[in-house]
């Protein structure tokens, strides 16, 4: 099974700053046969369900501001919220799906300092 | 609106069985691949199982191979799990999933979840 790994566990990002998750996989999830990296990200405020906000490692989600941003390949990638807003406080997983079982990072808590 | 409603959760004692069910609207769910994921209390997401959009073919996580069964009617726009010998360590809220526009192997949309809690 591929680990997902996340870091860090939480972090405290002051409103209107930039606030930066990591996702690191156990092993590659770039496919040599499409240049696609098999990752996606997903927000889950308290008490209720995940809401896709990225895969391929870097397309947005049409309903989703553009201050969220995916990058990375192969086996590093990074979340990044550019200017942190009161309602972006929630949990953020990683997922891969490159292949099953599809595998969830651990997830990071963002909170507002 | 697109939609998907669990419902079948419950208290089951070790060694029970129960069967989640997931009602698809908004959407033309015969075309799209759907999955199970699951949360223990205060915990991270787990994968659980997939199938495919004509019911051929399933796929399901280690830790329920044998136990679990994911299946659809497509007519009825239903999504089921049906869960047999039950152990604790299947408490969680168990949220169906869509394989969504982008890929199918990405969860978009989720429903609410239901809550299984295994106990005696």
């Known amino acids: 099974d591929i680990v997902m790994t996340q870091s860090p566990d939480s972090l405290a990002v002051s409103l209107g700053e930039r606030a930066t998750i990591n996702c690191k996989s156990s092993?590659?999830?770039?496919?040599?046969?499409?240049?696609?990296?098999?990752l996606a990200w997903y927000q889950q405020k308290p008490g209720q369900p995940p809401k896709l906000l990225i895969y391929?490692?870097?397309t947005r989600e049409s309903v989703v501001p553009d201050r969220f941003s995916g990058s990375g390949s192969g086996t590093d990638f990074t979340l990044t919220i550019g200017s942190l807003q009161a309602e972006d406080v929630a949990v953020y997983y990683c997922?891969?799906?490159?292949?099953?079982?599809?595998?969830f990072g651990q997830g990071t808590k963002l909170e507002i300092k | 609106e697109v939609q998907l409603v669990e419902s079948g959760g419950g208290l089951v004692q070790p060694g029970g069985s129960l069967r989640l069910s997931c009602a698809a609207s908004?959407?033309?769910?015969?075309?799209?691949?759907m999955h199970w994921v699951r949360q223990a209390p205060g915990k991270g997401l787990v994968w659980v199982s997939r199938?495919?959009?004509?019911?051929?073919?399933?796929n399901y996580a280690d830790s329920v191979k044998g136990r679990f069964t994911i299946s659809r009617d497509n007519a009825k726009n239903t999504l089921y799990l049906q869960m047999n010998s039950l152990r604790a360590e299947d408490t969680a809220v168990y949220y169906c999933?869509?394989?969504?526009?982008?890929?199918?192997?990405?969860?978009?949309?989720w429903g609410q979840g239901t809550l299984v809690t295994v106990s005696s």
């Open positions: 391929w490692a870097s």
């Open positions: 908004g959407f033309t769910f015969s075309s799209y691949w």
């Open positions: 997922q891969q799906y490159y292949s099953t079982p599809y595998t």
């Open positions: 092993q590659s999830v770039l496919s040599s046969s499409n240049n696609k990296n098999y």
């Open positions: 999933a869509g394989g969504s526009n982008g890929d199918y192997r990405v969860f978009d949309p």
């Open positions: 199938i495919n959009p004509d019911g051929s073919t399933t």
